[in-house]
C-alpha cells in the first residue's frame, strides 16, 4: 500500500492551541519529510487543498519550486474561508506567538498574496482555484458564512506526487493542514501502487482543467455550473478500481463509492467500523426518490449479527448530553432511532470531539476517504435549479448546476490495514476526551 501516519491531540502539551503549522503540525512534518527523502527524484507535487492558509507549508513548497520542482496547489476562493472568532496563532517549533488575533479568512490573505507574487516570479508554483458551488438544500437556512448559502463542493485533501522516472505516489489525507483549526485526529495515506496512481494523474489533470489560476479569478463572474461552462460532463477514472474520485465534472460519480461500500456492508460478516466526523447518511431524497445509504447497509448488518461499531465527532441522538449535535439534524435522527432499533447487542456508538479522520473497514476490506458520512457526499443531481423567490430564506438567489462534492475513496482488502485503523480507531474511542453513547 505504501504509508499511514497518524496524528492526534495527544501528541501535543498544548493540544488547544492553534498552530501557526496547521492543525497538524507532526503529521504535515511526517508528509513534507516523504516529500524531502525523496525530493531530488520529484519532478512535481500537484496539492487540491480544501484550505489553504498554511504560511509554513506555502514557505516549504516554495522551497521545492526554487529547487525546480513544478508545485500547483488548487483551493477554493478567498471568500470560502471563515472571518469570524480571531485567535493567537503560535509556533509549534518554537511555542512564540506568531500573532495577537487571526482568522482563517485573514490568514488565507496572506497566503494566496504571497503565493500570488512568487508565481509571478517563479515559473515552477501556481495557484489554483475551484469555484464551483452547489447547495445542500432548497429551503436552507443562513449559517457560518452568513452571506450566501452556496458552498464551494471542494472538500478533498489530496497529493499527487510524481518522479522524474514516471512513477509517482498518490496521497489522501482527512486533515485540512488549516491555521486557525485545533488539533484533530487525523490521517494520512501514501500509496505507491502504481495502477492507482495513474487513475489519480487522470483526476489532477481534469481537475486542474475545472480549475482558474487564482490571479485571474473573478468573483463577481460567479461559480462554475458544468452546463455552461467548459468543460462538459468527463468520465471518471477507475470507477470499479482501488481509488475511486467524484466530482462536479464527474457524471454520477458520487454513486460509485457509494455501491461499492453498500455491497460490501451487505455481504459483511465478521465486523464493520465506521469513522467520520459526521455520520448520518441513512435514508436522503435524491432527484425525488428515496435512496437508502450506506448507514441503512450497516444497520442491516447488525442485525444479522454483524459487530459494528460507529465513531463521530457530532451525535444528535436520544441519549446526547454534551456532544456537539450534527448541521442536518434531521438525516442523523432518522439515523440515530434506527440505530436504538437494533437489540441484539452487536451496535456500539462513540464519540469524540476531536475525531476528524475518516474510514471503515468492513471485514478485511479498508476504505479511507476524504468525505464524510452524510447524504450530500453521495448525491449526484446533474441539473439542480433554484428559481429567484423559490427560497424563503434567499429571496434573490438564483442557481443552476451540478449537486456533486468533490471527494477520493481508497479501498485495499488488506488485513493488515485493517488492524492498523482498528487500532486508530479504538484509540480515539476510548480516548479521555470521548464518550460511549450506546453499547457494552
Not at 531530488?40 to 487543498?49: A, G, N, T
Not at 469513522?275 to 426518490?289: D, L, N
Request: hydrophobic share 35%; net charge neutral.
Amino acid at each position: 500500500m505504501g504509508y499511514l501516519y497518524t496524528d492526534g491531540p495527544s501528541n501535543y502539551d498544548e493540544p488547544d492551541a492553534y498552530y501557526s503549522e496547521g492543525c497538524n503540525p507532526r503529521l504535515l512534518d511526517k508528509f513534507l519529510k516523504y516529500i524531502d527523502d525523496r525530493a531530488d527524484s520529484i519532478s512535481s507535487i500537484k496539492l487540491v487543498l480544501y484550505l489553504f492558509n498554511n504560511l509554513y507549508l506555502l514557505e516549504r513548497l516554495e522551497d521545492y519550486a526554487r529547487r525546480g520542482i513544478d508545485v500547483t496547489v488548487t483551493s477554493i476562493p478567498l471568500d470560502g474561508y471563515q472571518d469570524k472568532s480571531p485567535a493567537q496563532i503560535v509556533s509549534y517549533k518554537t511555542g512564540n506567538t506568531v500573532s495577537e488575533e487571526e482568522t482563517k479568512r485573514s490568514l488565507a490573505n496572506d497566503v494566496y498574496e504571497k503565493a500570488e507574487e512568487y508565481s509571478r516570479n517563479c515559473d515552477k508554483f501556481r495557484l489554483l482555484v475551484f469555484p464551483h458551488m452547489f447547495i445542500r438544500s432548497k429551503s436552507i437556512k443562513p449559517f457560518v458564512r452568513g452571506q450566501s448559502p452556496l458552498l464551494y463542493s471542494l472538500h478533498a485533501k489530496l497529493a499527487l506526487i510524481e518522479y522524474k522516472d514516471g512513477t509517482g505516489a498518490a496521497v489522501l489525507t482527512s486533515s485540512n493542514f488549516c491555521v486557525r483549526d485545533e488539533v484533530k485526529d487525523n490521517l494520512l495515506t501514501i500509496i505507491d501502487d502504481q495502477s492507482v496512481v495513474a487513475v489519480a494523474r487522470k483526476f489532477f489533470s481534469d481537475f486542474e482543467d475545472c480549475s482558474i489560476d487564482e490571479r485571474e479569478f473573478d468573483e463577481s463572474r460567479g461559480y462554475r455550473d458544468y452546463l455552461t461552462y467548459y468543460p462538459a460532463m468527463r468520465k471518471a477514472p477507475g470507477r470499479k478500481g482501488a481509488l475511486v474520485f467524484q466530482a462536479p465534472f464527474y457524471a454520477d460519480s458520487p454513486h460509485y463509492a457509494r455501491n461499492r461500500i453498500c455491497d460490501l456492508l451487505d455481504n459483511a460478516s465478521d465486523r464493520i467500523l465506521i469513522c467520520a466526523q459526521h455520520v448520518s447518511a441513512y435514508q436522503y431524497k435524491e432527484g425525488g426518490k428515496t435512496v437508502d445509504g450506506i448507514l441503512k447497509s450497516a444497520l442491516d448488518a447488525a442485525n444479522r449479527g454483524v459487530k459494528t461499531s460507529f465513531l463521530s465527532q457530532t451525535y444528535g441522538g436520544k441519549t446526547d448530553q454534551r456532544n456537539r449535535r450534527p448541521r442536518n439534524s434531521s438525516a442523523f435522527k432518522a439515523f440515530a432511532d434506527e440505530l436504538n432499533n437494533v437489540q441484539n447487542g452487536t451496535v456500539s456508538y462513540f464519540v469524540n470531539p476531536r475525531v476528524h479522520s475518516k474510514f471503515l473497514v468492513i471485514d478485511d476490506t479498508a476504505i479511507i476517504t476524504t468525505c464524510n458520512l452524510t447524504p450530500a457526499q453521495f448525491i449526484f443531481l446533474p441539473k439542480y435549479t433554484i428559481k429567484k423567490g423559490e427560497d424563503k430564506n434567499w429571496p434573490d438567489l438564483e442557481y443552476r448546476g451540478a449537486f456533486a462534492e468533490v471527494g477520493a475513496w481508497y479501498f485495499n482488502q488488506n488485513q493488515r490495514l485493517c488492524e492498523k485503523l482498528e487500532h486508530v480507531f479504538y484509540q480515539a474511542a476510548n480516548d479521555d476526551e470521548a464518550s460511549q453513547v450506546m453499547g457494552k
